[in-house]
Structures are given as structure tokens and as C-alpha cells.
């Protein structure tokens, strides 16, 4: 199975941060990476697909970089809605994971 | 729009078998792949397996040996099943489309439209 390990696993930020979330696969999985985003109570919501691609509706403050074992999300602006946990997950092969989840909380 | 809805027993006795079944509306489950993912009350999300409308099946290495998917498309509906339940099977289970971004599907695939999740519990 390939791991997925985020960091940091938790981030305090205020309302206008620059946010970053790093996602590590135990090997390479060539851009095969998607992100999503939980908030509490909720069913996950697909963000990003293949490293950088923004799924539809989602805000361009949101974007995704990295390839092979490294991969990161960024907001650029962070707004009170994005305050949620965000989990990496690979597309590479079977059988999916997912990282351990980031919590992004409010300082 | 495609919607998907969980149901099934919200309560599971030890070494019995979760059963849930997973209702596609606003689209024919024929396309796409058919996911099933749960995730244990304050923890991560863990890939159970997929179902095509085929009914082939990629299951969880982890959980093969007590998992069984099946699909309805006369129903429009898929189901899960896994035996010999414990306590760490206690989750909130997610039924998902998954579906191909590439011609090279399922590598790449995403599970993009989600049902609102059913918590199941296992307790005597």
C-alpha cells in the first residue's frame, strides 16, 4: 500500500493567512493526487484532482502543486468557510489512501 | 445531478454483518465505479473497495477477506457487505461515485459526488 502523510497534522490561522498543507507518498505517484476538503459532520468534498486541477465551483484561492512523492495545497487567502480538515489522497493505485488529515482551525 | 444516499442498520452485533446499501438518484449507476469509504469518529478515511456496474469488485486488502460488494442496476443501487464484525468496524460509512478524469481510468479517478455517510455501530 502506498502511505499518505500530512503536515503538520493540525494549523491554527486567522482569517487572510497564506496556508499551506504538505502531502508525502511513500513513492512516487506521478501527479496522481487529489485533495478534498471534510468540515465537521459532513461528507468529504472533492477540491483538487490530478495535483492541480480545481474541481467545479471551487474557489481559485485554492491551488495544488507537487508531483511524484511531494505535493502540496495551498489557500491564498484564507476566508471563514475554508476553516475544515483537508485529506491528500492517491489515485496511483489500489487500494486508495488517504493522508491522516490536516485540521485547520481558527487562531 | 447525481445524489447518492447510505442506508442500512444502524446498529451491528459483534461477529454479525453490516449490511449497507447505497442509492443512486439523478443518474444510472450503468457508468462510473462505486466506492465505499468509512471513517471511525475522529479519525481518517479508509478506502473499503469498489464496484463497477459490471460487478467487478476491487476490494481493501485489509478487509477482503470479511468484504462483499454487490450492484442492483435494475435498482440503481450498490451494497456492502462485511462479516464478522467488531467494535473497529464502528464508523461513519460513506458510499461515493468514482469516477474516471482520464481516458486511463480508474488511474486518476476521483470520488467526486459523496452520500451524507450512516453511522454504524457495533456494540452487543
Known amino acids: 500500500d502506498i502511505q499518505m502523510t500530512q503536515s503538520p497534522s493540525s494549523l491554527s490561522a486567522s482569517v487572510g493567512d497564506r496556508v499551506t498543507v504538505t502531502c508525502r507518498a511513500s513513492?512516487?505517484?506521478?501527479?496522481?493526487l487529489n485533495w478534498y476538503q471534510q468540515k465537521p459532520g459532513r461528507a468529504p468534498k472533492l477540491l483538487i484532482f490530478l495535483t492541480s486541477t480545481l474541481q467545479g465551483g471551487v474557489p481559485s484561492r485554492f491551488s495544488g502543486s507537487g508531483s511524484e512523492t511531494d505535493f502540496t495545497l495551498t489557500i491564498s487567502s484564507l476566508q471563514p468557510e475554508d476553516f475544515a480538515t483537508y485529506y491528500c489522497?492517491?489515485?496511483?493505485?489500489?487500494?486508495?489512501?488517504f493522508g491522516q488529515g490536516t485540521r485547520v482551525e481558527i487562531k | 445531478q447525481v445524489q447518492l444516499q447510505e442506508s442500512g442498520p444502524g446498529l451491528v452485533k459483534p461477529s454479525e454483518t453490516l449490511s449497507l446499501t447505497c442509492t443512486v438518484s439523478?443518474?444510472?449507476?450503468?457508468?462510473?465505479?462505486w466506492t465505499w469509504i468509512r471513517q471511525p469518529a475522529g479519525k481518517g478515511l479508509e478506502w473499503i473497495g469498489r464496484i463497477y456496474s459490471s460487478g467487478t469488485t476491487n476490494y481493501n486488502p485489509s478487509l477482503k477477506s470479511r468484504v462483499t460488494m454487490s450492484v442492483d442496476t435494475s435498482k440503481n443501487q450498490f451494497s456492502l457487505n462485511l462479516n464478522s464484525v467488531t467494535a473497529a468496524d464502528t464508523a461513519v460509512y460513506y458510499c461515493?461515485?468514482?469516477?474516471?478524469?482520464?481516458?486511463?481510468?480508474?488511474?486518476?479517478?476521483?470520488?467526486?459526488?459523496w452520500g451524507q455517510g450512516t453511522m454504524v455501530t457495533v456494540s452487543s
Open positions: 439523478g443518474g444510472s449507476i450503468s457508468r462510473d465505479a
Open positions: 461515493a461515485r468514482d469516477t474516471g478524469v482520464l481516458a486511463v481510468a480508474p488511474l486518476g479517478n476521483v470520488f467526486d459526488i
Open positions: 489522497q492517491q489515485s496511483y493505485s489500489t487500494p486508495r489512501t
Open positions: 513513492q512516487g505517484i506521478s501527479r496522481y
